[in-house]
């Protein structure tokens, strides 16, 4: 079986790929990746000991790649993308050639490939803010920043492909995903490496911004349910109940490195919009049998671990 990773060597790409080389010995693993600066083919250096690993470094704007990446590939797991929300103030045509016409491009592709299954990740901010309760996966999309309008511009492709071509494409909407690996960007993992480089943690605004929070192993586990047990033409949330502010999360980062969180929280001009709060129901995962397994608390000493260890990466971060 070939099984074609868009984003194989990014963050939950290369968690997918863990994931892949456990679950499915013997087929053919293709990381499929531009190696942006949020990718990083040591990413999949664990799984690569375990089994060989296909690298193409290339672009999924780029047809003809796209076609012979997926030729003969029974599964497409798509997850590359322009990835954090703060760029896309700055740079939002890039989030659109990526997230917008990357996805169309393959798509494309997989239509005259045949490939028979194809999951494309997706991201509950679409939903755009739920101040209170939860959307379900037939809720209003009403995405309010430049990355997650190219990531529902995405979805309005998949949309038309499923109606005009009955295309086998399954959508999943995801809560924030943490865990190692993760380019300090986002807020678990540029906390940390602020702390451990002696700066303090930029809180944007008051910090009361609220998010959802699920493990990246958690997120593998509940995208190859979903390829498993999920309907074709559908769309599944997948998240947890863990929810903090912003100010939480910097809180907890503080107290596991033993810093007084007084002296070393900055609050810093807020996003140009930044929604308060996303909430999403799991009815509809939890009813193929997955849940999460994992909590930021479990999980922040060995995610701290890491960074301590392979830090030295992100030469360039913040
Ligand atoms: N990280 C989260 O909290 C989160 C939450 C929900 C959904 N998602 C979605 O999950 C997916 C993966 O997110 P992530 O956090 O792992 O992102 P990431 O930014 O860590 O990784 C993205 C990967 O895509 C690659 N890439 C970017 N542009 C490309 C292009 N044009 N062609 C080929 N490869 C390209 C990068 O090199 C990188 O390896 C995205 O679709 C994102 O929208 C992420």
């Known amino acids: 079986m070939k099984i074609v990773v868009t ?10 790929v863990d994931l892949l080389v456990e679950t499915h010995p013997g087929a053919q693993i293709v990381v499929f990746d531009k190696l942006t600066y949020a990718g990083d083919l040591r990413n999949v250096e664990d799984a690569e000991k375990k089994t060989k690993i296909d690298v193409v470094i290339g672009d999924i704007c780029d047809q003809s790649l796209c076609r012979r990446t997926l030729s003969k590939a029974e599964l497409l797991i798509h997850t590359a993308a322009e990835s954090h929300v703060d760029n896309s103030f700055g740079n939002s ?3 659109t050639m990526t997230n917008v016409l990357g996805t169309h491009v393959l798509l494309e592709a997989c239509r005259y490939e045949n490939v028979p299954r194809i999951l494309h990740v997706s991201t509950d901010e679409v939903y755009g803010e739920i101040p209170v309760g939860v959307a379900n996966e037939s809720s209003r999309i009403a995405p309010s920043n430049p990355y997650s309008a190219s990531k529902a511009a995405a ?7 499923w109606k005009s071509y009955k295309a086998p494409i399954t959508m999943v909407r995801g809560n924030n995903i943490f865990g190692t690996r993760q380019y300090p960007e986002k807020i678990i993992p540029i906390f940390i490496m602020k702390l451990l480089n002696g700066q303090k943690l930029p809180v944007h605004g008051d910090g009361k911004h609220r998010r959802h929070y699920i493990a990246a192993s958690d997120a593998a586990a509940a995208i190859m349910t979903v390829v498993a047990k999920g309907e074709v033409m559908s769309t599944y949330n997948f998240g947890s109940e863990e929810e903090y502010s912003n100010l939480e999360i910097a809180h907890m980062i503080c107290a596991a490195l033993g810093y007084d969180p007084k002296e070393w929280i900055d609050h810093v001009p807020d996003r140009p919009y930044n929604d308060i709060r996303y909430g999403v129901t799991l009815d509809r995962i939890k009813s193929l049998g997955w849940a999460p397994k994992k909590s930021v608390m479990s999980e922040l000493p060995s995610i701290i671990a890491w960074y301590k260890q392979n830090g030295f990466r992100y030469s360039g971060f913040g």
Not at 7 to 16: I, N, P, Q, R, Y
Not at 155 to 161: F, L, N, Q, T
């Open 7 to 16: 984003g194989g060597a990014g963050f939950l790409g290369s968690h997918l």
């Open 93 to 95: 045509l890039e989030f």
């Open 155 to 161: 979805e309005m492709i998949v949309s038309g492909y």
